[in-house]
């Protein structure tokens, strides 16, 4: 099992229609290639995890990289995980604003260079879960 966090900047500001179109073709895409995960949108903003095998997670990610709605793709961990974070979940997806991000667990702020330290990975992951959580998302 593999695990991959990246963050990336949206194009631009995307509707929740957008964000609805981008998650069933994410969602879609997932269940082929057995990977599960968690995007979360704000402000712009995407972090995302995804976790299944190596290859199949490297081949969601170039998919990724390649749509243009998104740029500044950074990766920020990636690497041997011993079980999934959200194994229910072909993509589990939240979007907020920034205020509201902040009352959760492990908030990172995104525009904070110390976001990126590999110290924060986890922090980056409790957030998220913390989220989902909180959200009951499916």
Do not use: C
């Amino acid at each position: 099992m593999y695990h991959l966090i990246y963050i990336s900047t949206a194009e631009k500001l995307l509707t929740e229609y957008e964000l609805t179109e981008i998650l069933a073709v994410a969602r879609e895409n997932n269940l082929k290639h057995n990977v599960t995960g968690m995007l979360l949108y704000a402000e712009g903003t995407f972090i995302q995890v995804l976790e299944g095998e190596a290859d199949n997670v490297k081949r969601v990610l170039s998919k990724i990289i390649n749509d243009s709605r998104h740029k500044n793709i950074i990766e920020l961990a990636s690497g041997p995980l011993s079980e999934r974070d959200f194994p229910e979940w072909s993509m589990g997806f939240a979007s907020g604003n920034a205020d509201v991000l902040k009352e959760f667990e492990g908030y990172l702020d995104p525009a904070d260079l110390q976001f990126l330290k590999i110290e924060n990975m986890g922090a980056a992951i409790i957030m998220l879960k913390s989220f989902a959580e909180t959200n009951r998302l499916n």
